[in-house]
Structure formats: C-alpha cells, structure tokens
C-alpha cells in the first residue's frame, strides 16, 4: 500500500511538470533542401527552423555558411560569396509535399 501511494505522488508531481511543457512545439528543424550548385559537388543544404524565430541556415561542406532570417512578412536574401549564379531553392513543409513556398533566389 505504501508502495501505491510513493507511485501515486510521483505520477502527480510528474504530471503537473509535463502541463508545464507545450504539446505543440514545431520541430526543430521543419525541412531540409538539398539543392545542386554549379561547380559545387556537394551542394548547399538549407535548414529551415521553426519556433519563435524562423530562420533559414544554409549548412555546405560540414559548416555553417549563412543564415537567412524571416520576419514572417519576406525573406531577406544575403550575399552568398563566391557564386556567379543564382541560387533557386524554395522551402516545404517536411510532413506534405504540396506545402511548399514560391521560389526564392539567392543573388550573388
């Protein structure tokens, strides 16, 4: 009996910490694109973060290389050095294939 109740006691100290917790936190990270870059073998990857500050991060060659933020209203593109093309990649959501956004590009 004294076994039930120590349970009991821990399973309601456990469950007023878990209300403290909110259920509907997005993922980290919402979609990954890998996108193919002119003489670039390996590509650059964009991370797309979701929370209270979205963020892209573009991740190449094992380190991060730029971040993009959103404000929610635009996309502000940076200065990618060293690339003469435009880089196209656009972000979708990681649960449906349709839930893409508009193209966005990136110019040097």
Excluded at 59 to 70: A, R, V
Aim: proline share 6%; glycine share 6%.
């Amino acid at each position: 009996m004294k076994k039930l109740l120590i349970t009991l006691i821990v399973l309601g100290i456990c469950s007023l910490f878990a209300q403290d917790i909110p259920q509907n936190n997005p993922p980290l990270i919402t979609a990954v694109y890998l996108f193919p870059v002119p003489h670039h073998e390996e590509g650059l990857e964009i991370l797309y973060s979701g929370g209270d500050t979205e963020a892209l991060d573009v991740y190449k060659d094992g380190h991060w290389f730029q971040t993009i933020t959103d404000d929610g209203r635009y996309i502000e593109i940076l200065h990618v050095p060293r690339h003469i093309h435009d880089i196209t990649y656009q972000i979708c959501d990681y649960q449906s294939t349709t839930a893409c956004s508009q193209i966005v590009q990136i110019r040097p």
